[in-house]
């Protein structure tokens, strides 16, 4: 797992945050997940890149639990079992890419 957080004063948008993504020839797709919604556990056959555009969830990868705001980023390699909730009383929005070897 990689998390990087956003440490600039001014969040990005989320179509500077396309175009990060973009820049690294991943493909993307927003995603709006309801106050308190939760992802059971699963796994990928390939690299998850997800970005927070609002709001914030917990990961929980193999029982390390990680809060996500707003600007944060976070690469979860391919097959790790992960798990994911909505941390709050309002929807959260996010833009996931793959990353496929």
Same mark, same amino acid.
């Given at each position: 797992?990689?998390?990087?957080?956003? &440490?600039? $004063? !001014?969040? $990005?948008?989320? *179509?500077?945050?396309?175009?990060? #993504?973009?820049?690294?020839? #991943?493909?993307?797709?927003?995603?709006?997940?309801?106050? &308190?919604?939760?992802?059971?556990?699963?796994?990928?056959?390939?690299?998850?890149?997800?970005?927070? @555009?609002?709001g914030s969830m917990?990961?929980n990868l193999s029982g390390n639990k990680?809060?996500?705001?707003?600007?944060?980023? @976070?690469? @979860?390699? =391919? !097959?790790? #079992?992960? *798990?994911?909730?909505?941390? =709050?009383?309002?929807?959260?929005? =996010? @833009?996931?890419?793959?990353?496929?070897?």
């Amino acid at each position: 797992m990689i998390l990087k957080r956003w &440490q600039a $004063p !001014n969040l $990005p948008s989320p *179509e500077q945050m396309k175009m990060l #993504l973009f820049a690294e020839g #991943l493909k993307f797709e927003e995603e709006v997940y309801p106050a &308190q919604a939760h992802m059971g556990p699963h796994k990928h056959p390939f690299d998850e890149v997800r970005m927070v @555009i609002s709001g914030s969830m917990i990961f929980n990868l193999s029982g390390n639990k990680v809060l996500l705001r707003a600007g944060d980023r @976070i690469e @979860i390699p =391919s !097959n790790t #079992l992960h *798990e994911m909730t909505v941390h =709050s009383d309002e929807e959260c929005r =996010s @833009i996931v890419a793959f990353k496929v070897f």
